[in-house]
Each structure stands twice: as structure tokens, then as C-alpha cells.
């Protein structure tokens, strides 16, 4: 299959049925920034594209940071006295403040308050907490089962361990005709969280199986990290490589029904920026572009001063401006598969304007070549179809001075850019533009 075929080859039901049932088996499993978490999801992300596992261990130099102790959890709960199991673990893994350290003790009410979390505003919301870099122990509760906690002690116990291990991330690469390629980057660090963290795993996931059946101009390189600390180490295990990354992605938040919102790169005008914003430009669907800001998710690592890598970040409504984030109802029912299936297709058309962005040379730059000879102009009383093709060929022919690419037409034209490509095929394939050099 042709590249420029795949946005429309791949069904939306049915891949957005297919990436919120992957979602919903990621759902009950527990990640963190480490541990056996991650690499169950690791494991599932492998069953379904190729995947290399990477183990760094606990007190590596990455940079100005230190891969942290390992962190796994077996079970957690708050009992009464009586034997009543008030809060368990095994019903939502939110419950515990991610990287909690061992605790099992009976305690006064009073003592066990000043370790719990509640969002007092909504009283059946459970909020997400971790303490990665200080060590501590808490619970997350709705705030109505904070005002059940009557008696005077409670029992409690935090069955974790936090030791020396790995960090653990995973990386599926596909080679294409050239080197240069296209970073895709999510985390999977979040426990039972959809929009913010298992939304990006479902698209990344599919978008490497669905460029997997395509022949490819660029290699792809899908990371699965755990959020800053993964991609802090995946640079500094990779800085030989970096120069390789020509465009790049990072994906959250990419499940909601919220408009799609791209972030751009700190480079602010580099192909994958305009690429993004021509393709929600023309998808018939409101959008929201922003300028790159040094807060969010891994971006802030590739688009640091030393790399400056060209990586925008992919998202629908931004972390923080939904209320759901971080709370137990960031669920299976905020994440919707139309949604998913929707961001996955203006992924496909943007990366199908990285494969096919060229520059061209008219060839027969001294006024315009006679199309009708060619068979290149329609009869009179076209549709109007046509006469889109035909204004594409206009512009193409004008602007290919062999300094203007493709999605430099398309933008100038405003035009779609696979109607601007399919029209420079036409005017290659009859001779009057020749192309000057891959962008
Ligand atoms: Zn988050």
C-alpha cells in the first residue's frame, strides 16, 4: 500500500474500537515511574507491535538526575478494628500515593488523617498522588469515604517496596528507507488513568501497526517511557542518535471529546509544526494551536536548549483544563473510541505530509505550459473537484522555483496538502516538474 493511501485505508470504528478495548485492558494495571507495572503494560504493548524492553538500573547518571529505587506494590487497605476493609487497593489502584513506602501499623484516626488526599469538591472523585523523589507514604480517598472514617484507630497497611532495581522502558523502531526519522513518545507511568497517559499508549500503538503495512520514506521510533525521568534517560543513553530525529511527537490527553490541540515544538515553525497545524487546519473540525511553554510532558526534554529537537506535543483537551485529570474519572468513559480514532487519522495525515513534503522545479517556468494539450485541464463545465485539481497544478507550476515545498504550496494555496501532492504527481508524471531534493 501506497503511504498517501493509509489515513483513508484505516477504518475509524474499528480502529477506535480496537484502541479503547486495548485501553480498557491496560486500565486495572498498576505503573509508576518504575516496576512491574510498567512492564506488564510493556508486555501487552509487545503482544501487538515489535517491542525492545530496555532495563536501566536504580543510581544511573542520567544527566543532572538519578534513576530512583524501584517501586512495586502488592496490596494496600485501611481496615476498622472489627475486621471491616474500608479502603482496598485491589479495588482502585489510586487509593496509594505512587511510591509509597511500607507501612503496617494500627493508628489513631487523627495521625491517618495527615496521610490522605481527598478532592473535597467532589465528593466521589478519587485524586491521583504520587511522591517519587521524597520518600513518603498516603492515601488517595473520595471524600465521602474520608467522612466515614468515624472510629478512633484504624488498622492500615501499605505492602510496597521501594529498592534498587531498573527503570524500564520500551522502544519499537521501524526502519524505513532512510535514517532520519520520526519520534513518537508517550508515557506509562500513570496507574488506572485513560485520557492522561493509556490514551496516548492506544494511538501510539496503532499508529506503529498501521505504519508497519506501509512502505516508508522516514524510520519511526516509538518510545514508552515513564513521564521526564524516562525520556531524561532515554537522551542521555541516545545522544549520539538524536540528530537522526527530523520530526517528532509526543502524544497525551489524546482521547477526549475536546478539540484536538497541538503544541509547537521551541522551535516553533519546524515541518512537523506546520504539518500539524495544515492537517487540523483543513480537518473540518475546530482546533487550538499553542506556542511551545516549558511545562507539560516529555517535550520539555526533547525541546530543552541542548537538544532543541523538533517535537510537538499532540493533545485534545490539555492536561489540567478538564476536570476529570488526575482524578479516578479520568476512566473508560471520559476516552471515547471516536476520539481515539480521530487523533490517530490526523497523526496518519500528518506524518502522510512528512513522507510526500518535496521541492519541485517547473520545468517550463517561461509562462504556463499548455495543460489542455496534455490532457492535464478538464473539459469545460468540470465539477468543481476539478477545478481544485486544476488551481492545485496552478500553484504548484507557480510557486516550484526549486525553493518551495509542497506544504509550502499547500499553505500559500490554502489548499489541502494531498490535493497539492496529487496534483504535482500529475504535472511529474507528464514532464513539466522535476524535484529538486527531498525537504
Ligand atoms: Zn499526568
Same mark, same amino acid.
Given at each position: 500500500m501506497r503511504f498517501a493511501d493509509l489515513p483513508h485505508a484505516v477504518g475509524p470504528d474499528q480502529a477506535g474500537k480496537e484502541m479503547h478495548g486495548f485501553l480498557a485492558e491496560l486500565? *486495572?494495571?498498576?505503573?509508576?515511574?518504575?516496576?512491574?507495572?510498567v512492564r506488564e503494560t510493556l508486555d501487552r504493548i509487545g503482544e501487538r507491535i515489535p517491542l525492545e524492553i530496555e532495563e536501566v538500573p536504580t543510581g544511573t547518571s542520567v544527566f543532572d538526575w538519578t534513576v530512583p529505587m524501584e517501586w512495586n506494590i502488592r496490596g494496600a487497605y485501611i481496615e476498622s478494628l472489627r475486621g471491616e476493609r474500608i479502603i482496598d487497593? +485491589?479495588?482502585?489502584?489510586?487509593?496509594?500515593?505512587?511510591? +509509597?513506602?511500607?507501612?503496617? #501499623? #494500627?493508628?489513631?484516626?487523627?495521625?491517618?488523617?495527615?496521610?490522605?488526599?481527598?478532592?473535597?469538591?467532589?465528593?466521589?472523585?478519587?485524586p491521583y498522588r504520587t511522591s517519587y523523589y521524597n520518600e513518603a507514604w498516603g492515601f488517595c480517598l473520595s471524600q465521602r469515604q474520608l467522612d466515614e472514617l468515624r472510629d478512633e484507630e484504624y488498622e492500615i497497611c501499605i505492602d510496597s517496596t521501594l529498592e534498587n532495581g531498573h527503570l524500564t522502558y520500551g522502544e519499537c523502531y521501524l526502519a524505513g528507507e532512510q535514517p532520519d526519522e520520526v519520534l513518537v513518545s508517550c508515557h506509562v507511568c500513570h496507574p488506572s488513568l485513560c485520557n492522561d497517559n493509556l490514551s496516548g499508549v492506544a494511538v501510539a500503538t496503532a499508529l506503529a501497526t498501521a505504519?508497519?503495512?506501509?512502505?516508508? !520514506?522516514? +524510520?519511526? !521510533?516509538?518510545?514508552?517511557? *515513564?513521564? %521526564?525521568?524516562?525520556?531524561? %534517560?532515554?537522551?542521555? #543513553?541516545?545522544?549520539d542518535r538524536v540528530s537522526q530525529i527530523k520530526h517528532g511527537l509526543v502524544l497525551t490527553c489524546v482521547g477526549d471529546p475536546g478539540d484536538s490541540t497541538y503544541k509547537r515544538s521551541r522551535r516553533g515553525d519546524a515541518e512537523i509544526d506546520r504539518a500539524f497545524e495544515h492537517v487540523l487546519r483543513h480537518s473540518g473540525n475546530g482546533y487550538e494551536v499553542q506556542d511551545f511553554f516549558p511545562y507539560g510532558y516529555d517535550e520539555r526534554q526533547y525541546c530543552s536548549p541542548g537538544f532543541d529537537l523538533p517535537v510537538g506535543c499532540l493533545m485534545r483537551t490539555p492536561h489540567g483544563r478538564f476536570p476529570e485529570y488526575h482524578t479516578s474519572a479520568d476512566n473508560l468513559e471520559l476516552v471515547r473510541p471516536e476520539?481515539?480514532?480521530?487523533?490517530?487519522?490526523?497523526?496518519?495525515? %500528518?506524518?502522510?505530509?512528512l513522507e510526500r513534503n518535496r521541492t519541485y522545479l517547473n520545468l517550463n517556468p517561461k509562462c504556463e505550459p499548455q495543460l489542455g494539450r496534455r490532457g492535464l485541464y478538464q473539459a469545460i463545465g468540470g465539477g468543481a473537484d476539478h477545478r481544485i485539481e486544476e488551481l492545485a497544478m496552478l500553484w504548484v507550476l507557480n510557486q516550484s522555483d526549486g525553493s518551495k515545498t509542497l506544504l509550502d504550496v499547500a499553505v500559500k494555496a490554502d489548499l489541502p496538502f494531498a490535493t497539492v501532492a496529487r496534483a504535482a504527481e500529475m504535472l511529474h508524471e507528464h514532464g513539466l516538474v522535476e524535484e529538486v531534493s527531498a525537504s
Open positions: 486500565y *486495572p494495571i498498576c505503573r509508576s515511574i518504575t516496576g512491574n507495572g487497593f +485491589s479495588e482502585c489502584n489510586l487509593h496509594v500515593v505512587g511510591y +509509597s513506602t511500607p507501612i503496617r #501499623r #494500627r493508628m489513631p484516626v487523627a495521625e491517618l488523617r495527615e496521610h490522605i488526599f481527598t478532592l473535597p469538591d467532589r465528593h466521589d472523585w478519587i505504519l508497519a503495512s506501509v512502505s516508508r !520514506r522516514y +524510520s519511526y !521510533r516509538f518510545l514508552f517511557i *515513564p513521564g %521526564t525521568i524516562g525520556s531524561i %534517560t532515554w537522551l542521555a #543513553r541516545n545522544e476520539y481515539l480514532a480521530d487523533t490517530l487519522h490526523k497523526c496518519l495525515l %500528518t506524518f502522510d505530509v
